[in-house]
T-cell receptor, first 115, second 112 residues
């Protein structure tokens, strides 16, 4: 079965600093990978996704992520963090089961942004 | 529009009482439907998924069950709630292969 590990429970950065949130997955075939964000009091929103092709994917709000098959990783990055980026970030892997795509999430990383 | 209705928004139940959370979707036919639970410190845990009417797959052995009596209806149930069932329950759907998840607004369940 597939699994997702987000090793950092909390990450604290200063506004304007760069950001990298780690995500490692376990899956026997080519994975479909996603990053979602959950802002306080709001639902989950898709930031970006990787299905195939270019391993560097661009998302909304200035985020990007790079798929590295050799490292089984899909880390999320942003060059300059804004205070409004403070939220919970979830990495997810989708795996085929019986012809359907089933997404499994990591535990999440809480991003704290200092002014 | 593709909308997910989830109710109730909040629920407080005593230990040992039954549970029924309902989720209905609009705007798409034959969706894949999911129940997730978000508990503090545990992230988003997949509980059940369904690829069609009457087809339920369980991800985690637990005190809960799910049913899909109609194409756009997904129900989460329990006969006797435990304290550990407390959490934020999210219904979600995907409309097609590899599509992103659309989430409902969630139900905050507190078992006391």
């Amino acid at each position: 079965a597939q699994s997702v590990t987000q090793p950092d429970i909390h990450i604290t950065v200063s506004e304007g600093a760069s950001l990298e949130l780690r995500c490692n997955y376990s899956y026997g075939a080519t994975p479909y990978l996603f990053w979602y964000v959950q802002s306080p009091g709001q639902g989950l929103q898709l930031l970006l996704k990787y299905f195939s092709g270019d391993t560097l994917v661009q998302g909304i709000k200035g985020f990007e992520a790079e798929f590295k098959r050799s490292q089984s990783s899909f880390n999320l990055r942003k060059p300059s963090v804004h205070w409004s980026d403070a939220a919970e970030y979830f990495c997810a892997v989708g795996a085929l089961r019986g012809g359907s795509y089933i997404p499994t999430f990591g535990r999440g990383t809480s991003l704290i942004v200092h002014p | 529009s593709q909308t997910i209705h989830q109710w109730p928004a909040t629920l407080v139940q005593p230990v040992g009482s039954p549970l029924s959370l309902e989720c209905t979707v609009e705007g798409t036919s034959n969706p894949n439907l999911y129940w997730y639970r978000q508990a503090a410190g545990r992230g988003l845990q997949l509980l059940f998924y369904s690829v069609g009417i009457g087809q339920i797959s369980s991800e985690v052995p637990q005190n809960l069950s799910a049913s899909r009596p109609q194409d756009r209806q997904f129900i989460l149930s329990s006969k006797k709630l435990l304290l550990s069932d407390s959490g934020f329950y999210l219904c979600a759907r995907t409309a097609g292969f590899n599509e992103k998840l659309f989430f409902g607004s969630g139900t905050q369940l507190s078992v006391l």
